[in-house]
């Protein structure tokens, strides 16, 4: 696909969520709207605007983090871009360290949830493959790296949270 038709229906597609989440949303549209923002199809690097944005909304209050853990790991489940997966799971980075503890406990429960009787993880991006982009086999392989990274530090911090050591995923 040319890179102009790709950023064509990338925006289109960005613009679309922005206007599902404005309507459909029901607990917090204006931190879906920053979720999408922060993580669109276009090539800059995630906004530091639109981050902070998520960073104070769930930082607020308590009825953000549980919204804000669903609306991210939907839109990794969804994506099939990796820049979008990249900049989601830079997203969920920046919350881990920056964010709340609250954060922290909701995206380690969310993270290892039972469905029909199947563990699914949502940071295991194991068979993540982008198709859109040419030549995208590093980059996907780079998402899937980074998102198993993720996923390890929250492995650790639940074994430390059992365990009951005192080092916390901050200091990372």
């Known amino acids: 696909m040319a890179p102009s038709i790709r950023k064509a229906i990338g925006a289109v597609k960005d613009q679309t969520s922005i206007g599902i989440a404005k309507v459909s949303s029901n607990t917090a549209p204006d931190l879906e709207v920053a979720i999408v923002k922060a993580t669109s199809h276009d090539d800059d690097p995630a906004s530091e605007k639109h981050i902070r944005q998520i960073l104070n909304l769930t930082s607020l209050s308590r009825g953000y983090v549980l919204p804000c853990v669903a609306s991210v790991s939907r839109r990794l489940g969804k994506t099939r871009d990796w820049i979008v997966a990249l900049k989601a799971l ?13 954060f922290q406990e909701e995206i380690l429960l969310h993270s290892t949830r039972r469905r029909r009787g199947v563990t699914t993880r949502m940071l295991n991006m194991s068979h993540f493959r982008d198709e859109a982009h040419s ?38």
């Open 90 to 102: 830079t997203l969920v980075h920046r919350l881990l360290v920056e964010g709340v503890p609250l």
């Open 135 to 172: 030549s995208s086999w590093d980059h996907s392989a780079f998402v899937r790296t980074y998102a198993c990274y993720l996923d390890q530090m929250l492995e650790l911090a639940l074994f430390e949270r059992k365990s009951g050591s005192s080092e916390h995923l901050r200091t990372r």
